[in-house]
Nanobody, 123 residues
Framework: VQLQASGGGLVQAGGSLSLACAAS????????MGWFRQAPGKEREFVAA????????YLTDSVKYRAIISRDNAKNTVYLQMHSLKPEDTAVYYC?????????????????WGQGTLVTVSS
């Protein structure tokens, strides 16, 4: 199983970005897909998650009105679109896939992880 994240890079504050994560090796259409991030010197934190049929989405408060998570099960891909980016959004963004038993915001619920893509927001 592989999760390949893409779309990171250098963005100016106030700008936008789109991240994508393509899963391969098996089908994840009954799994939650999510995004986490880890800023320099900080612990990994939850950003967003989406249920297997996209009828439920979850966003952390800091991106709640600035991000959209979506998925395309036919492509085994999850997307994260963010706008009005802030320097504090700078982090390595990781995609993850898992069968959620309780809390879609918890990293321990996710079994598969991508390698991460760096997003740098300049002020």
């Amino acid at each position: 199983v592989q999760l390949q994240a893409s779309g990171g890079g250098l963005v100016q504050a106030g700008g936008s970005l789109s991240l994508a994560c393509a899963a391969s090796g098996r089908t994840f259409d009954t799994y939650f897909m999510g995004w986490f991030r880890q800023a320099p010197g900080k612990e990994r934190e939850f950003v967003a998650a989406i249920s297997w049929n996209a009828d439920s989405t979850y966003l952390t408060d800091s991106v709640k009105y600035r991000a959209i998570i979506s998925r395309d099960n036919a492509k085994n891909t999850v997307y994260l679109q963010m706008h009005s980016l802030k320097p504090e959004d700078t982090a390595v963004y990781y995609c993850a896939v898992g069968r959620i038993r309780g809390n879609p915001r918890a990293a321990y619920e996710y079994s598969y992880w991508g390698q991460g893509t760096l997003v740098t927001v300049s002020s």
